[in-house]
Protein backbone atom coordinates (compact mmCIF):
# COMPACT_ATOMS: atom_id res chain seq x y z
CA UNK A 1 0.00 0.00 0.00
CA UNK A 2 1.29 3.55 -1.09
CA UNK A 3 1.40 6.59 1.12
CA UNK A 4 -1.46 8.00 -0.80
CA UNK A 5 -3.49 4.74 -0.49
CA UNK A 6 -2.94 4.67 2.92
CA UNK A 7 -3.80 8.22 3.29
CA UNK A 8 -7.44 8.00 2.04
CA UNK A 9 -8.14 5.03 3.97
CA UNK A 10 -7.10 6.55 7.36
CA UNK A 11 -8.88 9.48 6.09
CA UNK A 12 -12.26 7.85 5.61
CA UNK A 13 -11.90 5.42 8.70
CA UNK A 14 -11.05 8.63 11.21
CA UNK A 15 -14.09 10.21 9.06
CA UNK A 16 -17.22 7.44 10.02
CA UNK A 17 -16.04 7.37 13.39
CA UNK A 18 -16.67 11.06 13.22
CA UNK A 19 -19.82 10.79 11.52
CA UNK A 20 -21.10 7.81 14.26
CA UNK A 21 -20.69 9.89 17.01
CA UNK A 22 -22.28 12.24 15.72
CA UNK A 23 -25.28 10.43 15.01
CA UNK A 24 -25.47 8.40 18.10
CA UNK A 25 -25.12 12.40 19.76
CA UNK A 26 -27.88 14.36 17.80
CA UNK A 27 -28.37 17.02 20.08
CA UNK A 28 -24.54 18.10 19.19
CA UNK A 29 -26.38 19.54 16.20
CA UNK A 30 -30.12 19.35 16.22
CA UNK A 31 -29.95 22.83 18.45
CA UNK A 32 -27.88 25.26 16.33
CA UNK A 33 -30.18 23.52 13.38
CA UNK A 34 -32.97 24.43 15.66
CA UNK A 35 -31.72 27.98 16.21
CA UNK A 36 -30.96 28.65 12.49
CA UNK A 37 -34.48 27.47 11.04
CA UNK A 38 -35.98 29.56 14.16
CA UNK A 39 -34.70 32.77 12.86
CA UNK A 40 -35.25 31.80 9.43
CA UNK A 41 -39.13 31.96 10.48
CA UNK A 42 -38.91 35.33 12.83
CA UNK A 43 -36.86 37.38 10.51
CA UNK A 44 -39.39 36.12 7.78
CA UNK A 45 -42.64 37.02 9.80
CA UNK A 46 -41.65 39.90 11.53
CA UNK A 47 -39.13 41.83 9.14
CA UNK A 48 -40.68 40.94 5.18
CA UNK A 49 -42.20 44.31 5.31
CA UNK A 50 -39.10 46.60 5.13
CA UNK A 51 -39.10 44.58 1.54
CA UNK A 52 -41.29 46.97 0.12
CA UNK A 53 -38.50 49.31 0.18
CA UNK A 54 -37.11 50.21 -3.04
CA UNK A 55 -33.63 49.47 -1.97
CA UNK A 56 -35.08 46.08 -2.29
CA UNK A 57 -35.52 46.11 -5.84
CA UNK A 58 -39.17 43.78 -5.13
CA UNK A 59 -37.27 41.11 -3.99
CA UNK A 60 -38.70 38.31 -1.72
CA UNK A 61 -37.49 39.35 1.97
CA UNK A 62 -37.27 35.32 2.25
CA UNK A 63 -34.76 34.78 -0.60
CA UNK A 64 -32.98 37.93 1.27
CA UNK A 65 -32.57 36.60 5.12
CA UNK A 66 -32.30 33.29 3.93
CA UNK A 67 -28.70 33.23 3.79
CA UNK A 68 -28.34 34.42 7.33
CA UNK A 69 -29.92 31.48 8.41
CA UNK A 70 -27.85 28.75 6.63
CA UNK A 71 -24.42 30.78 7.01
CA UNK A 72 -25.25 30.76 10.81
CA UNK A 73 -25.91 26.68 11.18
CA UNK A 74 -22.72 26.91 8.83
CA UNK A 75 -21.00 28.51 11.96
CA UNK A 76 -22.05 26.28 14.51
CA UNK A 77 -21.89 22.80 12.36
CA UNK A 78 -18.78 23.26 11.63
CA UNK A 79 -17.22 24.59 14.70
CA UNK A 80 -17.81 20.69 15.89
CA UNK A 81 -15.00 19.29 14.21
CA UNK A 82 -13.02 21.33 17.02
CA UNK A 83 -15.05 19.94 19.45
CA UNK A 84 -14.73 16.69 18.44
CA UNK A 85 -10.65 17.26 18.64
CA UNK A 86 -11.08 18.51 22.44
CA UNK A 87 -12.67 15.63 23.12
CA UNK A 88 -10.31 13.16 21.76
CA UNK A 89 -7.79 15.30 23.47
CA UNK A 90 -9.27 15.39 26.53
CA UNK A 91 -10.01 11.71 26.49
CA UNK A 92 -6.82 10.55 25.48
CA UNK A 93 -7.92 8.83 22.01
CA UNK A 94 -5.62 11.58 20.58
CA UNK A 95 -2.48 10.46 21.56
CA UNK A 96 -2.98 6.98 21.49
CA UNK A 97 -3.62 7.22 17.76
CA UNK A 98 -0.49 9.54 17.69
CA UNK A 99 1.20 5.82 18.69
CA UNK A 100 -0.18 4.05 15.54
CA UNK A 101 0.88 4.46 12.12
CA UNK A 102 -2.76 6.42 10.89
CA UNK A 103 -1.27 9.39 8.75
CA UNK A 104 -1.12 13.11 10.75
CA UNK A 105 -3.48 14.56 8.46
CA UNK A 106 -6.53 12.15 8.35
CA UNK A 107 -6.57 12.66 11.91
CA UNK A 108 -7.66 16.72 11.37
CA UNK A 109 -9.00 15.41 8.28
CA UNK A 110 -11.67 12.90 9.63
CA UNK A 111 -13.74 15.09 12.19
CA UNK A 112 -13.43 17.99 9.46
CA UNK A 113 -14.70 16.06 7.02
CA UNK A 114 -17.57 14.95 8.85
CA UNK A 115 -18.52 18.18 9.85
CA UNK A 116 -18.53 19.75 6.26
CA UNK A 117 -20.98 16.42 5.59
CA UNK A 118 -23.32 17.62 8.43
CA UNK A 119 -23.32 21.24 7.04
CA UNK A 120 -24.76 19.86 3.82
CA UNK A 121 -27.43 18.22 5.82
CA UNK A 122 -28.52 20.92 7.49
CA UNK A 123 -28.34 22.91 4.64
CA UNK A 124 -30.17 21.00 2.55
CA UNK A 125 -32.81 20.82 5.30
CA UNK A 126 -32.83 24.71 5.34
CA UNK A 127 -33.34 25.39 1.94
CA UNK A 128 -36.30 22.45 2.16
CA UNK A 129 -37.76 24.23 4.78
CA UNK A 130 -37.65 27.45 2.77
CA UNK A 131 -38.85 26.08 -0.22
CA UNK A 132 -41.93 25.06 1.50
CA UNK A 133 -42.22 28.56 2.92
CA UNK A 134 -42.47 29.75 -1.33
CA UNK A 135 -38.67 30.53 -1.74
CA UNK A 136 -38.04 30.29 -5.22
CA UNK A 137 -34.41 30.43 -6.64
CA UNK A 138 -34.11 32.58 -9.88
CA UNK A 139 -30.89 30.81 -10.94
CA UNK A 140 -32.58 27.57 -10.59
CA UNK A 141 -30.80 23.78 -9.99
CA UNK A 142 -27.26 25.41 -10.91
CA UNK A 143 -27.95 28.18 -8.00
CA UNK A 144 -28.83 25.77 -5.02
CA UNK A 145 -25.46 23.50 -6.13
CA UNK A 146 -23.43 27.33 -5.93
CA UNK A 147 -25.34 27.97 -2.47
CA UNK A 148 -24.03 24.63 -1.07
CA UNK A 149 -20.37 24.90 -2.52
CA UNK A 150 -20.23 28.60 -0.87
CA UNK A 151 -21.76 26.82 2.57
CA UNK A 152 -19.25 24.15 2.40
CA UNK A 153 -16.66 26.34 1.58
CA UNK A 154 -17.43 28.71 4.68
CA UNK A 155 -17.79 26.00 6.56
CA UNK A 156 -14.13 24.64 5.93
CA UNK A 157 -12.64 28.28 6.49
CA UNK A 158 -14.53 28.03 9.77
CA UNK A 159 -13.17 24.83 10.91
CA UNK A 160 -9.74 25.21 9.84
CA UNK A 161 -9.85 27.85 12.64
CA UNK A 162 -12.19 25.78 15.07
CA UNK A 163 -9.69 22.50 14.89
CA UNK A 164 -6.63 25.27 15.05
CA UNK A 165 -8.08 26.87 18.27
CA UNK A 166 -8.67 22.98 19.67
CA UNK A 167 -5.02 21.48 18.82
CA UNK A 168 -3.65 25.36 20.82
CA UNK A 169 -5.73 25.35 23.89
CA UNK A 170 -6.80 21.63 24.27
CA UNK A 171 -9.78 22.97 26.37
CA UNK A 172 -13.71 22.21 25.37
CA UNK A 173 -14.17 25.74 26.74
CA UNK A 174 -11.75 27.30 25.25
CA UNK A 175 -12.33 26.28 22.19
CA UNK A 176 -16.18 26.98 22.00
CA UNK A 177 -15.41 31.06 23.10
CA UNK A 178 -12.56 31.11 20.39
CA UNK A 179 -15.06 30.40 17.71
CA UNK A 180 -17.75 32.93 19.04
CA UNK A 181 -15.71 35.58 16.72
CA UNK A 182 -17.58 34.29 13.93
CA UNK A 183 -21.05 35.39 15.18
CA UNK A 184 -20.07 39.23 15.30
CA UNK A 185 -18.92 38.41 11.89
CA UNK A 186 -22.23 37.69 10.78
CA UNK A 187 -24.34 40.68 12.30
CA UNK A 188 -21.61 43.45 11.68
CA UNK A 189 -22.69 42.97 7.83
CA UNK A 190 -25.77 43.06 5.25
CA UNK A 191 -27.90 41.09 7.43
CA UNK A 192 -31.04 42.33 7.87
CA UNK A 193 -30.74 44.80 4.87
CA UNK A 194 -28.91 45.79 2.08
CA UNK A 195 -25.61 48.14 2.07
CA UNK A 196 -27.46 51.12 1.00
CA UNK A 197 -29.69 51.19 3.84
CA UNK A 198 -26.91 50.94 6.80
CA UNK A 199 -26.66 54.71 7.83
CA UNK A 200 -23.86 54.22 10.59
CA UNK A 201 -20.79 55.08 8.63
CA UNK A 202 -19.23 52.78 11.36
CA UNK A 203 -21.19 50.18 10.59
CA UNK A 204 -20.96 50.46 6.91
CA UNK A 205 -17.44 50.37 6.96
CA UNK A 206 -17.09 47.12 9.08
CA UNK A 207 -19.75 45.70 6.39
CA UNK A 208 -17.47 46.21 3.52
CA UNK A 209 -14.20 45.03 4.74
CA UNK A 210 -16.41 41.55 6.65
CA UNK A 211 -15.83 38.88 4.22
CA UNK A 212 -19.43 37.41 5.12
CA UNK A 213 -20.89 40.48 3.42
CA UNK A 214 -19.61 39.12 0.48
CA UNK A 215 -20.92 35.47 0.86
CA UNK A 216 -24.20 37.11 1.52
CA UNK A 217 -24.19 39.07 -1.73
CA UNK A 218 -23.14 35.87 -3.47
CA UNK A 219 -25.98 33.81 -2.39
CA UNK A 220 -28.12 36.56 -2.73
CA UNK A 221 -27.36 37.10 -6.04
CA UNK A 222 -28.40 33.52 -7.27
CA UNK A 223 -31.38 33.69 -5.01
CA UNK A 224 -33.22 36.74 -6.54
CA UNK A 225 -31.33 38.27 -9.13
CA UNK A 226 -30.71 34.87 -11.37
CA UNK A 227 -26.62 34.17 -12.71
CA UNK A 228 -25.12 37.57 -12.14
CA UNK A 229 -21.47 36.35 -12.14
CA UNK A 230 -20.14 39.38 -10.14
CA UNK A 231 -21.29 38.52 -6.48
CA UNK A 232 -20.50 35.12 -7.32
CA UNK A 233 -16.79 35.33 -8.30
CA UNK A 234 -16.38 37.53 -5.64
CA UNK A 235 -17.78 35.59 -2.51
CA UNK A 236 -15.78 32.55 -3.76
CA UNK A 237 -12.81 34.51 -4.01
CA UNK A 238 -13.14 35.84 -0.83
CA UNK A 239 -13.90 32.79 1.30
CA UNK A 240 -11.12 30.74 -0.82
CA UNK A 241 -8.88 33.67 0.58
CA UNK A 242 -10.23 32.76 4.11
CA UNK A 243 -9.96 29.52 3.74
CA UNK A 244 -6.13 29.45 2.79
CA UNK A 245 -5.48 31.47 6.52
CA UNK A 246 -7.74 29.20 8.66
CA UNK A 247 -6.39 25.96 7.04
CA UNK A 248 -2.67 27.27 7.39
CA UNK A 249 -3.86 28.00 10.83
CA UNK A 250 -4.68 24.52 11.60
CA UNK A 251 -2.19 22.70 9.42
CA UNK A 252 0.19 24.55 11.46
CA UNK A 253 -1.13 24.19 15.13
CA UNK A 254 -1.72 20.57 14.23
CA UNK A 255 2.47 20.15 13.10
CA UNK A 256 2.75 21.37 16.51
CA UNK A 257 0.38 19.64 18.60
CA UNK A 258 1.84 16.13 17.50
CA UNK A 259 5.37 17.38 17.89
CA UNK A 260 4.25 17.81 21.54
CA UNK A 261 2.43 14.50 21.73
Known sequence: MNRIQAFMIHTWILTKRSLIVLIRNPFTF???LFISLFFLL????????????PQFGGADYLSFILPVSIVSAAVGGAGGAGQSLVRDL???YFARLLQTPVTRLAIVLGPTIAGMLQLIVQTLIILGIAFLLGLKVEAGP??????????????????????????????AQAAQAGTLIFFPL???????VP???????????????NPTTYLFESMRAVLIDGWVMGPVISGFAVIGAVCIVTVAFSVRS???AFKRE
Do not use: C, D, M
Not at 143 to 161: E, H, S
Not at 186 to 192: G, N, P, V
Not at 195 to 209: D, N, T, V
Open 30 to 32: IPN
Open 42 to 53: VYTGGLSGIAQL
Open 90 to 92: ESG
Open 142 to 171: GGVLVILLLTVGWGLAFAGYSVAIALKTKN
Open 186 to 192: IFLSTTF
Open 195 to 209: LELIEAPWLRAAAII
Open 254 to 256: ATR
